[in-house]
């Protein structure tokens, strides 16, 4: 498997706390406390715990004002949940393509485009910047960039909890950030996310919407759409336990990705996700592409070669420009992120792999080039 849940000591005493207390509600001890441990370690102010990342992002973008007919500029290499909920809103993604350094979106081709659509008066209401893979895209100049118009930055950073940015964590430098503890990220609540700012009112708005925006009132009341999504106070307890381990996993994960490149970067053809000098990457999954002329093979047949074992592998993610359900949005940029996808593949990279694990994808991975060349 690509990247398995992996459990420390503590979890399971916060989830016997919850039940011997009977908190097993979306509300509760845990959720207050998973609230204030992750503020004080990804260093923000503060944090509304939700269901899933996508809910946080959904909320996010609500709260700063996203409505149908708006744009916002959005990373094209990325998972999908990245880009619904500006969909949800009734809102336009622009897809932007990545950088060679690391893989996220460019900050050049931001730039560039954002000074044009101001010539036009035509600005996206938000921008939406994805931290890839474990690794931060180069956020001051983005930043700079919104800045300059006046434009709030949001970042999605499900997939770079314990990385960082110039020593800061990525996820808590624009308007309003968020994080997944879905079942494959670095830590797990088998499905969960988190929504930062150092706005105290967004995400204490934060917390209203995503409790079906009840009204101060002994009775029901609701005066706006909400929706239900706060997280349960029993995964907030196995939350608790995973950020106390969260160092680790993130050293394990490095552990892996040295472990292939030099087991593997000397085959000809393969070359690693680069690591970009302005921080540190958590390598949550080690990703690397194959050029196929000089590999001997592509890596679909890579692909299917280790399928064939047993072993999970997957391509890089689809740029959504390219998805069909995203046909008809604009695309800024070439042909980075869809080279990245063709060539990219992302190899098992758990912190609980063994060695022996390690060993059995890299001897498929060498026996694959054996063959073909
Ligand atoms: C980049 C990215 N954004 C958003 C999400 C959505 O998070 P969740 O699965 O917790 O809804 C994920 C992962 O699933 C992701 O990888």
Not at 23 to 33: L, N, R, T, Y
Not at 265 to 276: K, N, S, T, Y
Request: negative net charge; glycine residues 8%; proline residues 5%.
């Amino acid at each position: 498997m690509l990247s398995t849940p992996h459990m420390g000591d503590w979890e399971l005493e916060f989830v016997k706390e919850a039940f011997a207390t009977n908190w097993i509600a979306p509300v509760g001890p845990h959720v207050d406390a998973f609230e204030t441990e992750f503020c004080q370690l990804v260093g923000t102010s503060h944090s509304a715990a939700v269901s899933s990342g996508t809910a946080a992002l959904h909320l996010a973008l609500r709260l700063i004002g996203i409505q149908a007919g708006d744009e916002v500029f959005c990373s094209t290499l990325t998972f999908i949940a990245s880009a619904t909920p500006i969909t949800f809103l009734g809102a336009k993604p622009v897809f932007i393509d990545s950088d060679r350094i690391s893989w996220n979106l460019d900050p050049e081709l931001l730039s560039t485009a954002l000074a044009q659509r101001a010539k036009i008066g035509k600005l996206p209401k938000a921008v939406l910047l994805v931290h890839l893979y474990g690794q931060s895209a180069d956020i001051d100049p983005i930043l700079a960039a919104c800045d300059r118009y006046e434009i709030p930055l949001v970042e999605d950073a499900a997939e770079a909890l314990g990385a960082t940015y110039k020593g800061q964590n990525p996820g808590t430098f624009g308007r309003v950030g968020i994080y997944s503890f879905n079942g494959n990220k670095i830590i797990t609540t088998s499905g969960g996310g988190m929504l930062v700012s150092d706005d105290s009112e967004l995400v204490s708005q934060a917390r209203f919407l995503a409790t079906q925006a009840r009204d101060p009132a002994p009775h029901y009341q609701h005066s706006q759409i909400g929706y239900n999504y706060r997280l349960s106070n029993v995964l907030a307890g196995i939350g608790r336990g995973q950020l106390r381990v969260l160092a680790e996993r993130v050293a394990a994960r490095r552990r892996n990705f040295e472990i292939y490149q030099q087991t593997l970067g000397d085959l000809p053809g393969i070359e690693f996700m680069p690591e970009a000098s302005f921080g540190k990457a958590t390598r949550w999954l080690t990703c690397l592409t194959i050029d196929p002329e000089k590999f001997g093979t592509d890596r679909e047949q890579v692909r299917l070669a280790l399928a064939a074992q047993n072993i999970e592998t997957r391509p890089v993610w689809k740029p959504l420009h390219l998805q069909p359900v995203f046909a008809d949005c604009e695309y800024i940029g070439g042909k980075v992120a869809e080279g990245l996808f063709q060539d990219g593949l992302c190899l098992p990279s758990g912190s609980n792999l063994s060695d022996a694990d390690l060993k059995r994808v890299i001897q498929a991975i060498k026996r694959v080039n054996a063959v073909k060349t």
